[in-house]
């Protein structure tokens, strides 16, 4: 058996922050962890078509702020914040807390690798082929900037009889780097052959420590 280690969670307070931030014990936390799971599914059904990215959750006293990342912040926002304002009513009424809601706006989603991901799921979904929308979006992420990018499809490719695993890349993918400022996406596309699985993995360089400065300043040292 492979044993696979998340992107995300190997570089965690090494070059990356949890996307859920609070602390809690007990049945607290039980508590505070299904409600999570709850806000996800909630904002991801109102907004499927949003671009929806990340979604970052913080707790405060009484408060629940979530930041939404989306291609698409015309659709979460909505005419005159009509659609924003109705979440956030949703939301307060499934935490019984006070809800603030942030959206920010992705100003490049063909570097992005879970966007590129459900991009390629969608045309799955759309009997493109899977070559073709590989090819696809790998040049886009390329032309885009990024230093390197892999994608993985699995599953009835092309309505095969037996599931295979398929797999394309360009420039360098250093999964095993710690420092490396590497992105990962998932998604599934529903076909009438059965589940299509998308792996996506974007590579931006490295992230270095800052190195810094001490100032000189008098010291006491005891004789």
């Not at 709850?38 to 109102?46: G, S, V």
């Not at 702020?65 to 939301?91: C, E, F, M, N, W």
Request: aromatic letters at 6%; proline letters at 3%; charged letters at 30%.
């Amino acid at each position: 058996m492979g044993r696979k280690v998340h992107p995300v969670g190997f570089r965690l307070k090494a070059i990356r922050d949890w996307n859920t931030r609070w602390f809690a014990e007990g049945k607290q936390y039980e508590e505070r962890l299904h409600e999570d799971f709850a806000i996800r599914k909630l904002i991801m059904k109102e907004l499927p078509s949003a671009g929806i990215s990340l979604l970052e959750i913080e707790r405060f006293p009484n408060q629940v702020q979530v930041t939404i990342h989306t291609a698409r912040p015309g659709i979460v926002i909505g005419r005159k914040g009509a659609s924003v304002k109705d979440l956030r009513g949703k939301l307060r009424q499934l935490t019984e807390k006070s809800v603030r809601v942030e959206v920010e706006e992705i100003s490049q989603p063909d570097t992005d690798a879970q966007l590129i991901a459900e991009n390629v799921a969608g045309q799955l979904e759309r009997r493109i082929s899977h070559s073709r929308a590989m090819k696809r979006a790998i040049q886009q992420a390329m032309r885009q900037g990024v230093e390197g990018i892999r994608i993985e499809v699995s599953g009835r490719l092309g309505g095969s009889e037996m599931a295979r695993k398929e797999k394309l890349w360009d420039g360098r993918v250093p999964r095993n780097t710690i420092r490396a400022d590497l992105q990962y996406g998932f998604a599934e596309a529903l076909t009438t052959f059965g589940r299509i699985g998308v792996k996506v993995w974007v590579y931006k360089g490295e992230i270095l420590p800052q190195k810094t400065e001490f100032e000189a300043t008098d010291v006491y040292i005891s004789e």
